[in-house]
């Protein structure tokens, strides 16, 4: 029993890590990415996030695009979404086993979408060859797994008497779940004029609550254990010093 209650500590502990250290360093990716550009600039309001892993340098959806460290942003991509399926996997045996079943399917599928947009950039030549379809089907995977994972995590809590914990991870998911579909509402009625500033709000909105639904979890089950670690300490502590 004692090994086995160490190795779901080694899970969990794993599992926050990961889920801590997994949007930092998509963060950073995208910063670093976003940085290399010059001509044009890199607008956080203006281009979209796929734009900084398109290789080469061209006109995109009527605006250009020249992403010199796309390889980085690619990376990033697929890293994220096998880190984060990775973590799910770890975590979910945390939940009622309906919601940590359903909670896995969810995040195989984000970290498949992920994969799908880090390997095929959104690119004009992709455009030109169809290969587009293959990415824009990875971010729907992507950024609709995440979200509905954290809905998903966010109502098995509820289930499990984690008020506070639950109901901030499904007002996340539910925020980007809202923002993806104005994004893909929004760019189908301005199509005509390209990437405009209301659709890359919008899929930030879409994205960023995954990786703040990951910090939350991540935080939450790594103070969790190291609660218990201590508790365990003072009470090994206390009964060595009654039977000393």
Request: proline share 4%; aromatic share 6%.
């Amino acid at each position: 029993m004692p090994a086995q209650i160490g190795a779901h500590r080694v899970r969990a502990l794993t599992g926050s890590l990961l889920l801590i250290l997994n949007p930092l360093l998509y963060v950073t990716a995208e910063g670093v990415s976003a940085a290399a550009w010059t001509h044009p600039a890199y607008r956080y309001g203006f281009n979209a996030i796929s734009d900084l892993g398109v290789p080469g340098c061209g006109d995109l959806a009527g605006h250009p695009v020249c992403s010199p460290r796309h390889a980085v942003m690619n990376t990033a991509f697929i890293s994220h979404g096998a880190l984060f399926a990775l973590a799910v996997l770890l975590l979910a045996p945390l939940l009622a086993q309906r919601y940590g079943r359903r909670v896995r399917i969810l995040g195989i599928i984000t970290g498949l979408g992920l994969l799908l947009v880090g390997t095929f950039p959104g690119s004009p030549e992709a455009v030109a060859d169809g290969t587009i379809a293959l990415h824009t089907s990875g971010a729907a995977l992507a950024i609709f797994g995440g979200n509905l994972a954290a809905i998903t995590a966010g109502i098995g809590l509820l289930r499990q008497a984690h008020q506070r914990f639950g109901t901030a991870l499904v007002a996340l998911g539910t925020a980007g779940t809202v923002s993806v579909v104005v994004m893909f509402v929004w760019a189908a009625i301005v199509a005509s004029s390209g990437v405009i500033t209301g659709v890359a709000v919008a899929e930030r909105g879409s994205v960023y609550t995954i990786m703040a639904a990951e910090l939350l979890v991540g935080i939450a089950v790594f103070t969790a254990i190291c609660r218990r670690a201590r508790r365990g300490a003072d009470s090994a502590l206390m009964e060595r010093s009654i039977t000393a």
